[in-house]
């Protein structure tokens, strides 16, 4: 079991006041705002549409939130250059016919709420130290809104803003992602085969479990290691799969660890700081894992290790076995 995890780098947003040189009139001032992004429309479908037909194929984007950004054009350039296109990483309408966007299948579905979705149980209250998260019973989803998302490997803002007014209650229906639903309670079933291989690339921050042919079956965002704790290049293998593990935090592994850290064990669950899965390899404190915050895949670093989102890990937790080849690049 890793004694490594990811601890997610902070971002703090610095906002820019400009001072007027000029004497303001003796009335209220009129408070500036940021304006939002644009998000431009598109030649041929839409952000969503194209996430859910990238996600059903097996070239995932991570988190399903109808925007544009890297993971986005790194999956579609994935896709493109599977289906002969050219690799350009832009949405155009010959990549959307590519991928079936012409034909009737709805990419938005609809979804009623069951009485576990608003139960739980949930855990509300989950501290950032792991030393405090090893007293709590489980690590499971904190709200219902989390845990419908993560089911259709979407971020919680894309739910509300498909429901507006959104009201979880059991027997409501809700427009969700039209995905294959992710449920972190069932183990996949394994269809591993001889012939699979897995690339881990920083370059594209970006997984790749491929057939002998070349043919791609999972194109996933990742994240990797960072200036303390690198991605070390090499080939491994995959040693074996542990479905909802326990976190064992060692802080003798951590460069910034505190002083005050002890060793502690951390319960399973998709808050769990590996997620719902392990995929352990033959290098020492290294493997391929899921994460408490899909969000942040791809954008942020770890430590060390490489981690998917949950409903990912768990698709290439489906495809691997022991003996199964990993190349770090």
């Known amino acids: ?25 003796p009335k209220a001032k009129a408070r500036s705002r940021r304006a939002a992004p644009v998000v431009r429309a598109l030649p041929c479908g ?21 925007k544009p950004g890297n993971n986005f054009n790194h999956a579609l350039s994935a896709a493109q250059a599977a289906r002969k296109l050219n690799p350009s990483g832009i949405a155009d309408c010959d990549t959307w016919k590519a991928l079936g966007g012409d034909k009737s299948e709805p990419t938005v579905a609809t979804y009623t709420i069951t009485e576990d979705d608003v139960n739980g149980p949930f855990e509300k209250v989950i501290p950032r130290q792991l030393v405090e998260q090893a007293k709590l019973p489980g690590l499971e989803y904190q709200s219902p809104i989390e845990a419908i998302a993560e089911r259709f490997h979407a971020s919680p803002a894309l739910i509300q803003q498909l429901n507006p007014n959104l009201r979880l209650a059991a027997g409501k229906e809700i427009r969700v992602p039209a995905v294959p639903p992710f449920d972190p309670a ?9 012939d699979i291989s897995v690339t881990v690339s920083r370059a594209d921050s970006a997984l790749r479990a491929t057939r002998a042919d070349g043919t791609v079956v999972l194109f996933a965002p990742v994240t990797t290691g960072s200036e303390h704790d690198p991605l070390p290049p090499g080939d491994f293998k995959v040693t074996g799969v542990s479905w909802r593990p326990e976190f064992h935090y ?8 505190k002083a005050s850290d002890t060793k502690a064990t ?9 997620g719902v899965v392990w995929i352990a390899l033959s290098l020492e404190h290294y493997g391929l894992h899921g994460t408490p915050e899909p969000g942040n895949i791809g954008h942020t670093e770890s430590h060390g290790c490489v981690r998917l989102t949950n409903w990912d890990a768990a698709r290439l937790a489906s495809l691997v076995k022991p003996g199964t080849p990993v190349h770090f690049e």
């Open 1 to 25: 079991m890793c004694t490594r995890i990811i601890r997610l780098l902070g971002c703090i947003l610095l906002a820019a006041s400009v001072a007027s040189a000029a004497t303001p009139p």
């Open 186 to 194: 069932v183990k996949p079933t394994n269809e591993a085969t001889g």
């Open 46 to 66: 839409d952000y969503v549409s194209f996430q859910v037909l990238l996600d059903r194929q097996g070239f995932s984007s991570g988190q399903i939130d109808g």
């Open 266 to 274: 951390i319960k399973a669950g998709p808050n769990n700081p590996v």
């Open 250 to 257: 060692n802080p003798d592994l951590f460069w910034d660890a």
